[in-house]
């Protein structure tokens, strides 16, 4: 056979090309390992043992928790403890499938455990916000960890839909809930009510929720597992129409090992703010952009308030808008509240809210009484019944808000949110 032919496939098959290499081109052996490695189609030996050992192994994939935190301080700005100040703190969990196969991206922070956390990566969370000192991040971490490998060994997802949470309303009612979190199964699209009380109210509401559950046609399950929320202190339960799921889920959940603190925490403390870029990142050269925080500087007519480290700033126009002005908007704001969609109505509320902000930073210095029930509260002010009365105080905001206030990205934004209630009133 002629030796620029053959193409190895496993590691064991690279080294005996390489020494027939080393014969016919009397070369090193570790160059021959070189050449044998680019032949069966590497950058080199390393890069080859990499992968086909990784091929041949089983496939775990770490995935890296990170918190960041900040020691709490006492009334007189002291820290209340001796020690670090600061830091940020990880963990990492492996898994038997890619993080994004455990849970979809949209759907992390839904989690039970998983609330303020983002996916920054495909292998890492990242809490968004500052904690309040090192041992929450760490308690963050670990019950994050509980509620990776909930999703692990169930495959549920958590509920992030209108159409589930209608399903789960009546649930809201139940005797003795607490503590509890909302899942879909999506191959069957059932879903699974995760209920973790303490047991003392657990022990109270029994007799009642036993009567409740039957009166609703569901039934509960205790699987022989630690719970997400707070294990040795609440007790986990399994509620759902389907059960056969439920018997799935608690078997499953009885195979999971406990998620305890070790003794020695694995990973070291990192610099509080810092940006954690985590192996999968590294390896595929993607640059990651740096933690949401506050802005300080005023940019094309806008000036930034609010925000903290996790969280962007909100954006207001630099210039004011005259009191008087403030107080013919306040009015038509409120008469809008009805009769429109879920989603232009929406839009309106936060407009609202948005413009109530920012009338109380411009004018609160000079007129404190007056701002406050500008677009809130004050005298009663009638709804608009029809539409067109809405197209006509759309109409009259819309002309306020230019007058008032000068081009920016802000008055931009709120100028399309009129628009868009503006366009669905045409289109009744």
């Known amino acids: 056979m002629v030796i620029a032919s053959i193409r190895p496939s496993t590691v064991d098959g690279i080294k005996q090309l390489a020494k027939k290499i080393c014969r016919e081109r009397n070369i090193t052996h570790t160059e021959a390992l070189e050449a044998a490695s680019r032949q069966a189609g590497y950058e080199n030996f390393v890069h080859a043992k990499r992968r086909l050992v990784w091929a041949g192994a089983p496939q775990d994939f770490p995935v890296y928790l990170s918190v960041h935190w900040r020691a709490p301080r006492a009334r007189n700005g002291k820290p209340k403890h001796d020690g670090p100040r600061a830091g940020r703190e990880i963990l990492c969990v492996n898994l038997a499938r890619a993080l994004p196969q455990i849970v979809a991206k949209h759907r992390v922070s839904y989690g039970r455990g998983l609330h303020g956390f983002r996916m920054e990566y495909e292998d890492h969370l990242e809490h968004r916000t500052d904690v309040k000192g090192q041992d929450e991040a760490r308690n963050a971490l670990l019950t994050a960890a509980r509620s990776l490998r909930f999703m692990e060994a169930t495959g549920l997802q958590p509920v992030s839909t209108q159409r589930y949470y209608d399903l789960l309303r009546k649930l809201e009612n139940m005797p003795g809930r607490d503590h509890e979190s909302q899942w879909f199964d999506p191959a069957t699209e059932d ?23 039957e009166r609703n046609g569901l039934q509960m399950i205790a699987p022989e597992w630690e719970g997400i929320y707070y294990p040795g202190a609440c007790l986990p339960r399994l509620i759902g129409h389907d059960v056969a799921l439920l018997q799935h ?37 993607k640059p990651r952009r740096p933690r949401p925080g506050p802005s300080w500087r005023e940019h094309k007519g806008a000036t930034p308030y609010g925000g903290a480290a996790g969280v962007p700033s909100r954006w207001r126009p630099t210039k004011p808008m ?21 989603r232009v109505s929406q839009k309106l509320g936060n407009a609202r809210s948005q413009l109530e902000d920012w009338s109380i930073m411009e004018h609160k210095h000079q007129h404190e009484d007056a701002v406050y029930d500008l677009y809130y ?19 009259a905001a ?31």
């Open 191 to 213: 879903y699974v009510f995760l209920d973790e009380p303490y047991a003392a109210a657990l022990e109270n509401h029994s007799a009642e929720r036993q009567h409740w559950l």
């Open 249 to 285: 889920v608690a078997s499953v959940l009885a195979k999971i090992q406990p998620v305890t603190e070790p003794e020695t925490w694995p990973h070291e403390t990192g610099l509080c703010g810092d940006d954690f870029v985590s192996p999968k990142r590294q390896a595929d050269a």
């Open 322 to 342: 005259p009191l008087h002005l403030h107080q013919q908007l306040g009015p038509l704001m409120q008469k809008l509240c009805s009769g429109f969609s879920w």
């Open 377 to 395: 509260g004050g005298s009663s002010t009638s709804i608009c019944n029809t539409d067109a009365e809405r197209l006509a105080a759309l109409t």
């Open 398 to 428: 819309r002309a306020i808000v230019e007058r008032g206030y000068d081009d920016c990205k802000p008055r931009r934004g709120l100028l399309v949110v009129l628009d868009a209630a503006i366009d669905e009133i045409k289109k009744h």
